[in-house]
């Protein structure tokens, strides 16, 4: 069974920095796409970032030039650094993990990591 586990969340003045990372166990021959959503109270889950097997990198217009995602293959574990912090990143932050199984394609989601940052 795929499980995810989430690390590194927290409290942080505007302007600090956090780093977030998920580890990926449950022995998955290898990993397509991950990366990290974020959820804001009362609002809908987002996309934050996601790389790709190949090392290609998506970021929500929100938080380009102050997140950077990257993964570790051989640890199946993905990473969000964060600096330049705002209130309005404030939200719980959940991984997720896409796989193909010959043609069929999964994907799983963490547990969640609550991010609060002040002003």
């Known amino acids: 069974q795929v499980q995810l586990v989430e690390s590194g969340g927290g409290l942080v003045q505007a302007g600090g920095s956090l780093r977030l990372s998920c580890a990926v166990s449950?022995?998955?021959?290898?990993?397509?796409?991950m990366g990290w959503y974020r959820q804001a109270p009362g609002k809908q889950r987002e996309m934050v970032a996601e790389?790709?097997?190949?090392?290609?990198?998506n970021y929500a217009s929100s938080v380009k030039g102050r997140f950077n995602i990257s993964r570790d293959n051989a640890k199946n574990t993905v990473y969000l650094q964060m600096s330049g912090l705002k209130p309005e990143d404030t939200g719980v932050y959940y991984c997720?993990?896409?796989?193909?199984?010959?043609?069929?394609?999964?994907?799983?989601w963490g547990q969640g990591t609550q991010v609060t940052v002040s002003s």
């Open positions: 790389m790709t097997d190949g090392g290609a990198a």
């Open positions: 997720i993990v896409r796989w193909t199984v010959t043609i069929a394609e999964y994907s799983t």
């Open positions: 449950g022995g998955i021959g290898g990993l397509d796409a």
